[in-house]
């Protein structure tokens, strides 16, 4: 008889698993840049650095990226212990982040997820879709992301999501929302097969 597929939770990173807010906007303070608080609702940071644009802030966050600062940054607390607990469960839990590729950031990246006992790590670049991630698995996984774009994405895929609270996605459709890690491995798994179904 053929093995029944274990449940799969897909994870982003950056909001989620790491606070890469509140590393970034400090990185861009100690280089100068002026930030307008009012800009937080902004998801591609140009509301939040007017004066700056797309392309001068994608060179920060790649320098950031290749930072001692980035590869320090340590998981959001209670991260770890609820991932482990969906391991626990049976779920395959993955990571898919648009975190770039460039060799020295992916290890960077690697080092801060190192206490994660994930099943895998799907980096992207910064602009790529996660589509072809998602689609590469059955419909019912769970998404949790911050993003509103990746969290309409999962949901075209059948996956249910859960929007990380940020100031920019407060109106995205999704199936569930969380605000930290508390009782993370619980909602999540409440989740699992939610749409599918
Ligand atoms: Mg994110």
């Avoid at 939040?48 to 644009?53: C, K, M, Q, V």
């Avoid at 075209?156 to 995205?172: E, L, T």
């Amino acid at each position: 008889m053929a093995e029944h597929p274990a449940p799969v939770v897909l994870l982003d990173v950056d909001d989620v698993l790491i606070d890469w807010s509140g590393g970034f906007h400090p990185w861009m303070l100690a280089r100068g840049a002026i930030r307008d608080p009012g800009g937080a609702a902004s998801w591609d940071l140009c509301g939040s650095y007017p004066g700056l644009a797309w392309g001068e802030i994608l060179a920060e966050i790649n320098a950031f990226a290749r930072s001692d600062s980035y590869r320090d940054m340590p998981l959001r607390d209670g991260a770890a212990r609820e991932v482990a607990a969906l391991r626990a469960a049976g779920c395959d839990v993955y990571a898919v982040t648009c975190c770039g590729t460039d060799p020295a950031i992916l290890a960077n990246r690697e080092h801060q997820l190192r206490d994660l006992p994930l099943k895998g790590v799907f980096p992207l670049d910064h602009s790529d879709p996660k589509a072809p991630i998602y689609a590469r698995f059955l419909p019912g996984a769970v998404v949790v992301d911050d993003a509103p774009k990746h969290l309409e994405t999962a949901m075209r895929f059948g996956h249910a999501a859960i929007a990380y609270d940020a100031p920019w996605n407060g109106s995205v459709r999704c199936t569930d929302r969380m605000r930290d890690w508390t009782l993370g491995a619980i909602r999540i798994i409440r989740n699992l097969g939610l749409v599918a179904a």
